[in-house]
């Protein structure tokens, strides 16, 4: 259970960060749901989570933005007291072969699924030492595992938050703060919604479809009641990356 846990998730409006609110809330935690820019879909999140009997707010915050994501975890902080479980969630695709990709498009990658969690992670952990509790979990990929054509940006980001999850799980394991990573292989959400369940893609699954959001989120609220679990990465991909 995560009863009296207060967990922030970015990129919490909709697929897998949607997935994982709903989850924890329905866990006992109380969600502090960070989105980029659609309130309204914020708000039905946090409409679904207030049904289990919990806390839940929405907090607009580009975490790309040092400063700004340094105001939003001050404001959590404020409104909750204090921040058990940060989900760094939020992430972006801007696809194209390498001969083709245009610098723009490298940066932006990097610097929302990469530097994103950097920024969350480096303004909780004052909070968390002085907890001596924390449990940050960083959703990757399998294309950080394995690399995908066509996503030489994405792979990158999504590479480094592991070795970003491990050498956090190094430096803050004896503060007691755990840090996981989950890589999902092919999930339903807005983000895959160009490709259907008949992609040659899929058929590569060993399990021969794709993933739901809720399947990814089981694997989150896991890491988040572990506490013996640190640098770990957890693929959801129906075995596609084994
Ligand atoms: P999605 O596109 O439905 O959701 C991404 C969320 O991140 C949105 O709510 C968006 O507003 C938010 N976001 C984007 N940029 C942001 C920023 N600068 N600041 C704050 N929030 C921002 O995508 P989905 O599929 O739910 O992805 C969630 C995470 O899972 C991403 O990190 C993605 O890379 C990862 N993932 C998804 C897979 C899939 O098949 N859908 C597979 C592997 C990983």
Do not use: W
């Not at 679904?48 to 839940?56: C, D, P, Q």
């Not at 400063?67 to 204090?82: D, L």
């Not at 479809?209 to 990814?216: D, F, I, K, L």
Request: aromatic share 6%; proline share 2%.
């Amino acid at each position: 259970m995560l009863k009296g846990k207060i967990a922030v998730i970015t990129g919490g409006s909709r697929g897998i960060g949607a997935a994982i609110a709903v989850k924890f809330a329905s866990l006992g935690a109380d969600i502090a749901l960070i989105y980029s820019g659609n309130s309204k879909a914020a708000e039905e999140v946090c409409q679904a989570a207030l049904g289990y009997g919990v806390r839940a707010e929405a907090f607009q915050c580009d975490v790309a933005d040092f400063e700004a994501s340094k105001a939003a975890v001050a404001e959590i902080k404020n409104r909750f007291g204090k921040i058990d479980v940060l989900v760094n969630n939020a992430g972006i695709t801007r696809d194209g072969l390498i001969a083709m990709m245009k610098e723009a498009d490298f940066d932006e990658v990097i610097s929302v699924n990469l530097k994103g969690a950097f920024n969350m992670i480096k303004h909780c952990t004052p909070l968390f030492i002085k907890a001596k509790y924390g449990r940050i979990i960083n959703i990757s990929s399998v294309s950080g595992l394995m690399g995908n054509a066509g996503q030489a940006n994405y792979s990158a980001s999504k590479a480094g938050l592991i070795g970003l999850t491990k050498a956090v799980a190094k430096e803050l394991a004896a503060r007691n703060v755990t840090c996981n990573a989950i890589a999902p292989g092919f999930i339903q959400t807005d983000m895959t919604k160009s490709f259907g369940e008949d992609n040659p893609l899929v058929a590569a699954i060993p399990l021969k479809r794709m993933g739901r959001p809720e399947e990814v989120a089981e694997a989150a609220a896991f890491l988040a009641m572990s506490d013996y679990i640190t640098g770990e990465v957890i693929r959801v991909d129906g075995g596609l990356a084994m």
